[in-house]
């Protein structure tokens, strides 16, 4: 029966466009002399990927794959199979209806561990195929005695949560740290909670959190190396509370519900400071909370290590010191600009130099520099805060966002009179910059006069160096992404606990950097198109955000599917 089913799979195998028979005969001759699966061979050596396998492993024995990132697990149906035994035979139970119990594995040929299933739940065992990463993500995730596990111990007691300790007077910084935790802890479980979900964020690295109110749940997510993973949340009746307790650590009006408010707090744990920003935004089923982690430990302000490739990195350290003119740091929410800007301001820095920035709100402390608060509300705008710089003799002037034509005029008209301007622009390439620019309504000759260079960048995931592989490329790969023949492999991430199976640790730099040169401001003079600003600049040789993407790709720092995801096609 065994050799029946292992023939269908070969012929499943031979008759699929994922491999040649050449390399599935090579394949099977490896396996045969190392006596590991089939299926490992083939994804070790490159052949094919783990989803694939999913495929001809579901067509084969007509088992049907799933997809554990978008399945919800009661806690109930988790413990029907205890942990060791999920991580024993890579097996996790995902539903129960009646006496049959359906359970997600890797290898559904392994017999012996379904009928050990069968012995131990007491139920008839239904089973579906999961890849080997999505299923070690999802013990993690169900298993592990995290915020949700502690959380669901509070339901009951959530309802004679006294509110007046929500509602407590607290400062704008609020610092919590252990010993005044522990004893908030048996005052009020919606302050363990929060801060179990804060702290988590911090454990995992997370930028970003996301608590957002369902129809039936509470959603959690944390951003993780820029990419959104869904995390076990907090019952949905905890949702006001919690809310309100973010609200009192951000000093925002915890009686309003209508409108958006933005504020920030600071939290001490383990001796560390980190900041948290926070956005709170109405929605139809409440409101939905946004924090920005800013944690000062984990983040290295050194142009040098940013990760940008030799050739643009000379041009920026460059232009940085020059005297006066304005450099522009392009590119979507979250994609570093802050950090190459704090890094570009402690290149320069000298004792020599005074170097004023505006910021809202100021994200790191640097030594040496004045910084501002941007506040709106009582009138300190970025270009209140610019015109206020002009008047204290400064060398350097950075500005933490460029959102209005009035900020932009200001600035222009600092960096020709004299001053080196940094700041940063939403747009999503450096050619872009000058079209957006313009159609703020700057004139083509201020542009040409007062910018001398404008970076977009991307962060990028890195590859984890401890189970990084490497496999050949492809024909149809090299002629997409113009490849040259003298290289003949690729790498990615096969997955381990390190990198929480997801192949990537960490995150890199991205950047184009368009030079200013004679002919691209005659371009931005005749009020060229972007197109054409970007091929006169790759002429000259700018590389693009894509070139910069496959040279890291070829080096083995990231993957093609990375640059893939954050780049478009030159």
Known sequence: MVQSIKEKILEVLTRSNFLTKEQLDEAVAAQKKTGRQLSEVLTTMGYMSQKDLVIVLSQSLNIPPINLKKVKIDSSVIGIIPREMAEKYQAIAVSKIGKIVTVAMVDPLNVLAIDELKVLTNYEIKIVIAMPEELKAAINTFYSESANEQIKGFIDNVKEMDLELIEEKIDAEVTVNTQKLLRDIEDAPVVKVTNMILTEAIKHKASDVLIEPQEKGLRLRYRLDGILHEFPGPPKSMHEAIVSRIKVMAVLNIAEHRLPQDGRFKIKVNEREVDFRVSIMPSSHGEKVALRVLDK????LDIDRMGFEADPLKKIKELAMEPHGMMLICGPTGSGKSTTLYSILKYI???????CS????VEYQLEGINQVNVNPDVGLTFAAALRSFLRQDPDVIMVGEIRDVETLDIGIKAA?????VLSTLHTTEAAGA??????????PFLITSSCILVCAQRLIRRICEKCKISYPISEQ???KFKIPDKFTELYKGKGCEKCDNTGYAGRVGLCEVLVLTPDIRDLIMAKAQENVIKAKAREEGMATLRENGVTKALKGI??????T???ISD
Do not use: Y
């Open 297 to 300: 430990s984990v983040v290295v």
């Open 477 to 479: 790969t090299r002629d």
């Open 558 to 563: 990231t993957t093609l599917e990375e640059v």
């Open 434 to 443: 000058i079209t957006r620019m313009v159609n703020m309504g700057i004139e």
């Open 416 to 420: 020709l009179t004299g001053h080196l």
């Open 565 to 567: 995801r954050l780049t």
């Open 349 to 355: 820095d000298d004792p020599e130099k005074n170097l």
């Open 358 to 361: 505006a910021e809202d709100p």
